[in-house]
C-alpha cells in the first residue's frame, strides 16, 4: 500500500488522526509535492548528474517547496553527506538514502563532467518517462527484481534492445552497472547498483503475488471522503 521504514507503518480510520505541523489557515489543500520534469530554463532535469560543493550527485525533485519560495532542486548525493532523506519538513518530496538527500538552488549545483579526453563534456543521461506504458510502473517508485530491493531510476526505450525498458537502482551493489550501458547514460547510481529489466520483471516493494495473479501495488486516493485528510498531510495517532 505504501513505503516505509520497518515497524513505522499503521493504518487507521479518519476519525483516529488528527493534523498537525501544517497550516491549513488558507484553506488550500496541501498534497505531496509534484515533481516538473526541467527547470524553468530546461538547463536541469530529472536523474541529470549534477555537483553540490565538488561532491556528485543525481537530480531526484524539481519545483516549488514548503520552506522557501522560488525553483528548488532535491539531489541525491553519491558522494559525501546529505543532509535527509529527500523530506523536508513533514513533506516527501523524493525518495534518497538517510543523510544523502539535499536540496539547493539553480545557481548552486554544476552539470557533473563527464570522464572524456574532450575534458569539456557533460554527462546528460536520457529523458526518461514518467510511467510504462500500461502505467504499473512510475518514475521513482520502490520495486523487487530478483528479490532485491530497488528505485526506478529510468523508464523508457534504450540502445541495447528493442521495447519498453525500466532502469532501477538498487539497494545494494548487487547489479550489472551505474546506470551507463553501452556508453549511454541512461540514470547515475553507484558503481554495481543498477540495473535493466522488463516491466513484467519487476515487483512493487510489499506487494504479495502468491496467488499467481497480476497483482499491482494498489493506488491511493488523493483525499478522504470528507475531503479532511489528504496525500501528504501531517496528522497525529495516538499521540505521534
Not at 522560488?70 to 523530506?87: A, C, T
Not at 516493494?205 to 485528510?229: F, M
Amino acid at each position: 500500500y505504501f513505503v516505509c521504514k520497518p515497524k513505522c507503518g499503521v493504518f487507521a480510520k479518519p476519525a483516529q488522526l488528527l493534523s498537525s505541523g501544517v497550516d491549513t489557515a488558507a484553506g488550500g489543500a496541501s498534497k505531496a509535492p509534484v515533481s516538473k520534469d526541467k527547470t524553468a530554463d530546461g538547463r536541469l532535469w530529472l536523474g541529470l548528474a549534477v555537483k553540490w560543493n565538488g561532491k556528485q550527485g543525481v537530480v531526484r525533485y524539481i519545483g516549488d517547496v514548503n520552506f522557501a519560495a522560488g525553483e528548488w532542486i532535491g539531489v541525491e548525493m553519491l558522494e559525501g553527506k546529505g543532509i535527509h532523506s529527500g523530506d523536508a519538513l513533514g513533506l516527501p518530496y523524493f525518495e534518497c538514502q538517510p543523510s544523502m538527500g539535499i536540496f539547493a538552488q539553480q545557481s548552486q549545483l554544476q552539470v557533473a563532467p563527464a570522464s572524456s579526453t574532450a575534458g569539456d563534456e557533460e554527462i546528460e543521461t536520457v529523458p526518461s518517462k514518467e510511467k510504462t506504458a500500461d502505467g504499473s510502473i512510475s518514475l521513482g517508485q520502490s520495486v523487487t527484481w530478483g528479490g532485491k530491493q530497488g528505485t526506478v531510476r529510468f523508464i523508457g526505450s534504450t540502445k541495447f534492445a528493442a521495447g519498453e525498458w525500466v532502469g532501477v537502482e538498487l539497494s545494494a551493489a548487487e547489479g550489472m552497472h551505474d546506470g551507463n550501458v553501452l556508453g549511454v547514460p541512461y540514470f547515475v547510481c553507484k558503481p554495481k547498483c543498477g540495473v535493466f529489466a522488463k516491466p513484467a520483471q519487476l515487483l512493487s516493494s510489499g506487494v504479495d503475488t502468491a496467488a499467481g495473479g497480476a497483482s499491482k501495488a494498489p493506488v491511493s486516493k488523493d483525499k478522504t471522503a470528507d475531503g479532511r485528510l489528504w496525500l501528504g498531510l501531517a496528522v497525529k495517532w495516538n499521540g505521534k
